[in-house]
């Protein structure tokens, strides 16, 4: 059973459970904030790469549209006025292009800005090339001097006969400061240019460098890239700037996650506390496995033989204690389940008895019974099995007169239980709503006398009554069972009236476990009777 519990069932260390039941949750909802931080920070990448991508993407598209259509509509002579003028055509295109090249074989012999080269510009080998006739090659990073554009560094494409100088990357745009990104061209062979951004980044982060833990948890990394995986852009969040940009609506966030944690900290506890009450433990653990019994061994006088035992119920709670019956009997009137409560002890008792106890020794079976379930019909059910061998086991009830009765309905059930084999007692007489009305107009077949009697002192009223009280019984022709009987020296008191039937209590045997009672039963007179006193 886990700390909690126990301590909820202790009843100990409230303020500690609340505050960590107020820390757990406010972690949780501290984590839940956090997750949807790097969700909201991850969509804004995500969101953020695609622009990029798009805006190089449509360059490059632009590119090859062009070099498509000079290849299509420069149909004069190389480099004649015509061939310029269709040249110039493609140029005034709104796409941001207006250099270009014939440059067949890699040579370059003519451009928009310079009517001919002499001798032809060589262009260095493309850094990316391709075998697909619709694909140009590309000659990343250009220093564009040698071609009319001093001190431009550019990028050239090149499909067929004709090229096209792009100028710079312009349109990169990072408004955030928290967010760093590099934009950058892939070759086929996975060499990389840096077109736009924080130079090394996707380099530092396609090497996948091992990363320390704090630093996983405040940033956030991720690269894309296009369709062809021509351009690729590499970002990485810093969570603490994005947190500085919006530090006013944190701030009041985690304040009312705060005050809402402690409010449901207080709920669960409470709730915790309701749930691993008693009543609720009890509630939900009343079953077979739960209930336990012991045994009370009763006497007669006239012989000081065992004649009997009282069953006395005990339940075990779910931390392993065994629980009195004074903090449930309660709980279970309260509840309904008496007749419920009542068979489970009735099985145990019989499961152990029957089966640890010498078939040679017939007992009398004492149960309590609640007022409510002093019914014929449903206490036989209850004791049937007890029935069922009536020369091992007398079964009998204990009405505990604590309620006021219809004497017709009780004096039927009494009949049809005697009938039955089961006895009646009165049980606790001398408290609650006992009187010799009841011993008088019930046919019982013996009346208990409570330990208020039994043990009390001798000078007060009931001690100087108890004596009384007995011939009173007595003159019913009831037996007469005195329980709670502690000293030898009351015992001695009850033997010496020579009305008292039996006894039971503490100076006989305290309550016994079923191995216990087997012992005590197979001594004999010798188990309790040893001393002087009591022979």
């Known amino acids: 059973m886990s700390a909690i519990v126990n301590a909820l069932i202790a009843g100990r260390h409230q303020r500690l459970l609340r505050g960590a039941l107020w820390g757990g949750i406010f972690a949780a909802l501290l984590a839940i904030g956090y997750g949807f931080i790097v969700w909201q920070v991850r969509s804004h990448l995500r969101g953020d790469q695609h622009a990029e991508l798009g805006r190089i993407s449509a360059i490059r598209t632009n590119a090859v549209t062009a070099l498509q259509m000079l290849q299509r509509d420069a149909t004069a002579a ?3 006025a015509d061939f310029l003028a269709q040249m110039q055509r493609v140029a005034f295109l709104p796409d941001g292009l207006n250099e270009f090249l014939y440059a067949p074989g890699g040579r370059v012999e003519c451009s928009t800005s310079q009517p001919k080269f002499d001798p032809p510009v060589p262009l260095a080998p493309p850094d990316i090339a391709t075998a697909k006739p619709d694909d140009p090659s590309w000659r990343m990073d250009r220093d564009l ?5 001093f001190g431009t560094i550019g990028t050239i494409a090149q499909l067929g006969s004709f090229a ?7 349109r990169y745009e990072n408004e955030s400061p928290w967010l760093h990104k590099e934009l950058v061209a892939r070759g086929a062979d996975g060499k990389v240019w840096s077109i736009a951004g924080d130079h090394g980044l996707y380099g530092r982060l396609a090497a996948k460098l091992h990363r320390s833990l704090a630093t996983r948890l405040t940033t956030i990394a991720a690269s894309a890239c296009d369709g062809q995986s021509h351009y690729c852009v590499a970002s990485e969040a810093d969570l603490f700037g994005w947190a500085r940009d919006w530090i006013t609506i944190l701030t009041s966030t985690v304040v009312l996650a705060g005050l809402f944690a402690w409010i449901c900290a207080n709920n669960t506890l409470a709730w915790l506390n309701r749930h691993w009450s008693f009543e609720a433990r009890f509630q939900r653990g009343l079953n077979p496995q739960s209930i336990l019994v012991a045994y009370q061994p009763i006497i007669a006088l006239g012989s000081d033989e065992v004649v009997g035992v009282e069953v006395l119920a005990r339940w075990l709670d779910v931390d392993g204690t065994i629980v009195a019956p004074h903090r449930f009997i309660d709980i279970v009137a309260r509840s309904g389940r008496t007749a419920e409560f009542t068979q489970l002890v009735a099985d145990r008792a019989f499961a152990e008895l029957s089966t640890q106890v010498p078939r040679d020794v017939p007992l009398e079976v004492n149960f309590n019974v609640f007022a409510c379930d002093f019914d014929s019909v449903r206490l036989l059910r209850i004791f049937a099995k007890f029935l069922d061998e009536p020369r091992r086991f007398h079964p009998a009830v204990e009405l505990v007169e604590n309620h006021a009765i219809d004497f017709e309905e009780a004096q039927c059930t009494i009949e049809a239980l005697a009938a039955a084999g089961v006895k ?10 006992s009187s010799i009305e009841r011993v008088a107009r019930l046919a019982v077949h013996g009346v208990k006398l409570d330990r208020s009697f039994a043990m009390s002192p001798p000078d007060s009223v009931m001690g100087r009554m108890l004596v009384q009280v007995i011939e009173m019984i007595r003159t019913s022709g009831r037996l007469i069972v005195v329980e709670g009987v502690e000293t030898l020296a009351r015992l001695n008191l009850l033997r010496a009236t020579g009305m008292v039937d039996c006894v039971q209590g503490y100076v006989v ?6 191995d216990e009672l087997v012992t005590f039963l197979s001594r004999g007179r010798a188990a309790w009777a040893a001393h002087p006193a009591a022979a």
């Open 145 to 149: 001097g040698p071609l009319g554009r």
């Open 164 to 170: 096209v100088a792009i100028p710079p990357y312009t």
């Open 78 to 80: 190389p480099c004649s």
């Open 509 to 514: 045997a305290r309550p016994l476990g079923i």
């Open 424 to 433: 009646t007692y009165i049980d606790d007489f001398g408290t609650g709503y």
